[in-house]
């Protein structure tokens, strides 16, 4: 199975300012057309979790430009710009290159 | 516009066998590229993926669960169906099925449940 790593795994942010999380997989996640199947999801309290970037870099439908992802092979990062309140919650990096899904061990990120 | 739905016991007892179902709309399992895949998050710990069924009827699950998961797909009630035999206690937690885009050089679950908490107790 590939190991899905996060880090940190708590993130306390100030409003305004910028936050990046780290992801690392155990393996390449590329495949042969030079994508890397590398997901990013945000799970606020008491909801769903919500798709944030897919591909490692593209933006979902509806998120907001604050939010990108970069990232190749084994080594990703979610960057958000400008952090806002709304923003706190669990992150949570999946790899979807082969079965059986993993998830990253999660990011608690939550306003200082 | 899609949704999906998870439904079945709050309370199992272990031994038992969980059954959880995935009402869906907005959207056919036969099209091609579509899947739907379960999803579980214990009390206070991260999301794990349990299993998936493809538009082809192709599933995959979970090997840490150890054989004891079936998934099922009822194509005339736009279901998806979870089976978890032999429960324990560790399988308490929130269940979500999500509709996952798996087409070609794609993949990701854009749609998910509300989720359904189960407790497995005696």
């Known amino acids: 199975d590939i190991v899905m790593t996060q880090s940190p795994l708590s993130l306390p942010v100030t409003p305004g300012e910028p936050a990046s999380i780290s992801c690392r997989s155990s393996?390449?996640?590329?495949?042969?057309?030079?994508?890397?199947?590398l997901d990013w999801y945000l799970h606020k309290p008491g909801q769903s979790p919500q798709l944030l970037i897919y591909?490692?870099?593209h933006r979902a439908s509806g998120v907001p430009d604050r939010f990108s992802g970069s990232g190749s092979g084994t080594d990703f990062t979610l960057k958000i710009s400008r952090v806002e309140a709304e923003d706190v919650g669990v992150y949570y990096c999946?790899?979807?290159?082969?079965?059986?899904?993993?998830f990253g061990p999660g990011t608690k990120v939550d306003i200082k | 516009q899609i949704t999906l739905r998870e439904s079945g016991p709050t309370l199992v007892k272990p031994t038992q066998t969980l059954t959880l179902t995935c009402t869906f709309s907005?959207?056919?399992?036969?099209?091609?590229?579509?899947?739907v895949g379960w999803i579980r998050q214990p009390p206070g710990k991260a999301l794990e993926w349990l299993a998936l069924?493809?538009?082809?009827?192709?599933?995959r699950y979970s090997p840490s669960l150890k054989g004891r998961l079936t998934i099922t797909e009822d194509t005339s009630k736009d279901q998806v169906v979870l089976t978890v035999t032999n429960v324990d206690p560790v399988d308490t937690g929130t269940y979500y099925c999500?509709?996952?885009?798996?087409?070609?050089?794609?993949?990701?679950?854009?749609?998910w449940g509300q989720g359904t908490l189960v407790t497995v107790s005696s």
């Open positions: 999500a509709h996952m885009d798996s087409r070609v050089n794609t993949g990701y679950f854009d749609y």
């Open positions: 907005g959207f056919s399992l036969s099209t091609s590229g579509v899947a």
């Open positions: 069924i493809y538009w082809n009827d192709d599933k």
């Open positions: 393996e390449s996640l590329l495949n042969s057309n030079g994508d890397s199947y």
């Open positions: 591909l490692g870099s």
């Open positions: 999946l790899q979807v290159l082969q079965t059986p899904f993993t």
